[in-house]
């Protein structure tokens, strides 16, 4: 079967081939911490040099504990409401929705780029529970369909990879468009501390592509303070989660430095919100 070769047109799209690259290495480990057979499957069907992620096994170790946390949560919302509605944003190349495998009616709207959702079309197929919106998260026009089909409902939207590569007027932007849209919703967002946002550099995988990082955000009551109906009710971050000798085992000696040093324990993780 010939491969297919990803075309992108917005530079920050090829970053979506990492954490691609990184589930689908880490499912062939001995002990995963995921298994994702799908994003196996979807590497082997791309011409792309996917060696040069290959040294960024930090990477790796956070991408795969992200992608277990959203999995759960997306577990977790689903099981609380009939009415759910999850909204994946910059869904890239992630099949969440096959690999969660939910044994429940919900409904899902992947949102992203033109150019990603015309190529995860190619590779994942679209369904009427778990629908594609082709557009920009950083204007409104993705709102309406979800709203004019959902009026009511408990919404959750992931927000997994992106919000380091907007600026911060961009994230307010998202968090008052969910805010004036949607009641009932929780947010799962993201993001890297203030430190890591002005290093780009020192992510090797994304040193590989086009990709800068811009925001970055060391405070989650900073998000409460913008203004909107949100509040902060959770924290989660990568670097805390491994035992010490497990996460030596991953990446080594800079172990110490990472559950220790607040400046890298709590560089990259998650925060929820809800209203």
Not at 11 to 30: F, G, N, W, Y
Not at 103 to 115: A, E, S
Not at 151 to 158: A, C, E, R, T
Not at 238 to 266: C, F, H, M
Request: a neutral charge; one cysteine or more; hydrophobic letters at 35%.
């Amino acid at each position: 079967m010939k491969k297919i070769r990803p075309e992108f047109q917005e530079d920050v799209s090829e970053t979506l081939l990492i954490p691609l690259c990184m589930r689908a290495k880490e499912s062939q480990k001995k002990n995963p911490i995921i298994k994702d057979k799908i994003s196996e499957k979807i590497l082997s069907q791309l011409d792309y040099d996917f060696n040069k992620f290959a040294a960024d096994e930090r990477c790796q170790l956070c991408i795969s504990i992200r992608t277990n946390y959203f999995d759960n949560a997306l577990k977790e919302f689903v099981s609380k409401y009939d009415d759910a509605v999850v909204v994946v944003v910059a869904c890239g190349l992630d099949p969440r929705i096959e690999r969660v495998a939910i044994n429940k009616k919900y409904q899902t709207y992947q949102i992203d780029f033109p150019d990603v959702i015309k190529f995860r079309r190619k590779l994942l197929p679209e369904s009427p529970e778990n629908k594609y919106i082709s557009g920009n998260i950083t204007n409104d026009e993705w709102v309406k369909s979800i709203k004019e089909n959902h009026p009511m409902g408990h919404f959750l939207f992931l927000v997994e990879g992106l919000s380091m590569y907007l600026n911060e007027a961009q994230v307010k932007q998202f968090f008052k468009t969910v805010d004036e849209n949607f009641s009932n919703t929780e947010i799962h967002i993201e993001r890297v501390n203030k430190h890591l946002s002005r290093r780009t550099q020192s992510v090797i995988s994304v040193n590989q592509t086009k990709a800068v990082f811009n925001w970055g955000c060391d405070d989650p009551l900073e998000i409460e303070r913008w203004g909107n109906s949100f509040k902060f009710k959770g924290e989660y971050y990568y670097y805390s989660v491994p035992k010490l000798t497990e996460l030596r085992e991953r990446i080594g000696n800079d172990a110490i430095l990472y559950q220790t040093d607040p400046e890298y324990n709590r560089s990259i993780g998650i925060w929820k919100y809800e209203k």
